[in-house]
């Protein structure tokens, strides 16, 4: 990162000048797909791969459509009024991402919650918030923190709590002792990082049924 920028302005000035995909785009990606079947001794001519590097393609352009994404984009002024001053918790909000050392998915939850300071965002708006990051090349730790700055500069809450858990293929598929772990990450910023009261509310509502 630049100097002493957030983990979500790295992001930001990384895609800034990513163009959107497109046909020419799209026949790249084909053209890799193809040329990755061979590599590995594979056929592309035979019936079941014949199609293989198009579905490739658009399949991976979707997994990662979070670059084509901004944050003004997800948020789309969904930002209301609010005298509400206690946490409000998302759990349990579903996350798919590819891990940027292997391009291999890891799948889990994101628990995001914050404690206003005079705005709430819409609530189907934080699964997009957590979804457009997800949909980069990442790693989790990167994932976590990137959720958290981006609520902080979009609400500009009192605080900020983030917990993801995902399960890594790069480490479930991969080696001769495969794990079936989970990864748990956290990211706490204004009140829930200074003040022990929040800090242990926000984990009993975390664990709390």
Same mark, same amino acid.
């Given at each position: 990162?630049?100097?002493?920028?957030?983990?979500?302005?790295?992001?930001?000035?990384?895609?800034?000048?990513?163009?959107?995909?497109?046909?020419?785009?799209?026949?790249?990606?084909?053209?890799?797909?193809?040329?990755?079947?061979?590599?590995?001794?594979?056929?592309? #001519?035979?019936?079941?791969?014949?199609?293989?590097?198009?579905? @490739?393609?658009?399949?991976?352009?979707?997994?990662?459509?979070?670059?084509?994404?901004?944050?003004?984009?997800?948020? #789309?002024?969904?930002?209301?009024?609010?005298? @509400?001053?206690?946490?409000?918790?998302?759990?349990?909000?579903?996350?798919?991402?590819?891990?940027?050392?292997?391009?291999?998915?890891?799948?889990?939850?994101?628990?995001?919650?914050?404690?206003?300071?005079?705005?709430?965002?819409?609530?189907?708006? !934080? @699964?997009?918030?957590?979804? !457009?990051?997800?949909?980069?090349?990442?790693?989790?730790? #990167?994932?976590?923190?990137?959720?958290?700055?981006?609520?902080?500069?979009?609400?500009?809450?009192?605080? !900020?709590?983030? !917990?993801?858990? @995902?399960?890594?293929?790069?480490?479930?598929?991969?080696?001769?002792?495969?794990? #079936?772990?989970?990864?748990?990450?956290?990211?706490?910023?204004?009140?829930?990082?200074?003040?022990?009261?929040?800090?242990?509310?926000?984990?009993?509502?975390?664990?709390?049924?």
């Amino acid at each position: 990162m630049h100097n002493n920028e957030t983990e979500l302005e790295a992001a930001e000035r990384r895609i800034r000048n990513i163009p959107r995909c497109g046909a020419a785009k799209r026949a790249s990606m084909e053209q890799s797909f193809l040329q990755l079947l061979q590599a590995i001794g594979e056929d592309p #001519n035979r019936e079941g791969l014949l199609r293989t590097p198009t579905r @490739a393609a658009r399949a991976f352009e979707f997994l990662t459509n979070g670059y084509r994404q901004s944050l003004d984009d997800v948020v #789309n002024g969904a930002i209301f009024e609010s005298d @509400a001053s206690e946490i409000i918790l998302v759990k349990d909000i579903e996350l798919y991402s590819l891990c940027e050392h292997h391009l291999l998915p890891f799948i889990g939850r994101a628990h995001v919650a914050y404690i206003p300071n005079g705005k709430v965002i819409g609530l189907s708006k !934080v @699964a997009r918030l957590v979804d !457009v990051f997800a949909r980069r090349l990442q790693i989790q730790e #990167n994932l976590t923190v990137q959720i958290a700055d981006a609520l902080m500069k979009t609400l500009r809450p009192a605080g !900020v709590g983030i !917990v993801v858990e @995902a399960k890594h293929l790069c480490m479930m598929m991969r080696g001769v002792e495969k794990q #079936n772990s989970v990864m748990k990450t956290s990211c706490l910023l204004g009140t829930f990082k200074e003040d022990a009261r929040t800090r242990s509310e926000f984990l009993s509502l975390l664990v709390g049924t």
